[in-house]
């Protein structure tokens, strides 16, 4: 298993440039990046079937994953859904990214912050297609963002692909958002658990968590521990299944 840290969504880097967080799209080019570099690496590709390779990703991780699996980006389309919706999930700042400012889709307007060549770079390949057919498996915890996937690629979609996402989830609206586009997948499964939020995926909040990031640590009526558990063997059961008929033993490099 293989874990990353996107710029944005950790705590770990000294330099925090809004970017990226706003330009999500790049995410999916993180993890085909991480994918070349683990297949490369003599220790580490003679340990990866190359033929049972899934990916797993929670909120905007969810999303990045779905968009490995061949969803694409639509600015347009964002926008488009946003400018009635300015105070719903994906159109404002999620919790962890309040420094934003009020309105999420205005850091992409054109001419908005910092707007350097390699942003507006960015902006113009964000509809790319970055499926990656070395992945042939994706499970999606309560993807966020996901309005703003193109339909015609969701339906285009041809790997096995299942989301799994609370009824109390306020960032990943279960019915509004995360539904359709799961439902527009072909053979795509979703799971929806009842009382649980968004941020109850995340780990066990500490103290001086629920101190400096309390909207992080509010579960909904379900305990963190029972869903890590039942999440946890319904991803493994799914990838078992999915990744059976590829086979079993190590690739060679």
Known sequence: ???????GNTAAEPRYLPEGFVLWWERADDLSVLLDALLADPVWSARIDRRRIG???????????????????DLARHAAYCRPRAEVAGCRPPPEAATLGEDLHERLRPGAGAEAATVRGSRIRAGADR?????????????????AFAPASLRGIDLPLRAVVG???????????????????????????????????????????????????????????????????????????????AGAGAAQP
């Open 1 to 7: 298993m293989a874990a990353v840290d996107h710029h």
């Open 131 to 147: 499926r990656d057919r070395r992945i042939r498996a994706v499970y999606a915890m309560a993807p966020a963002l996901t309005p």
């Open 167 to 245: 009824t109390d989830d306020d960032q990943a609206p279960v019915h509004a958002q995360v539904a359709p586009a799961i439902m527009a997948i072909p053979e795509a499964e979703l799971e929806i658990v009842e009382d649980v939020g968004h941020y109850a995926f995340l780990a066990r909040c500490t103290w001086r968590g629920r101190l400096m990031a309390s909207p992080l640590c509010r579960d909904g009526g379900r305990g963190r521990e029972a869903l890590h558990r039942m999440v946890a063997d319904d991803a493994a059961a799914f990838f078992d299944r999915a990744l059976s008929s």
């Open 55 to 73: 990916a797993a990703g929670f909120s905007l991780g969810g999303h990045t994953v779905m968009s490995l699996a061949g969803a694409r980006t």
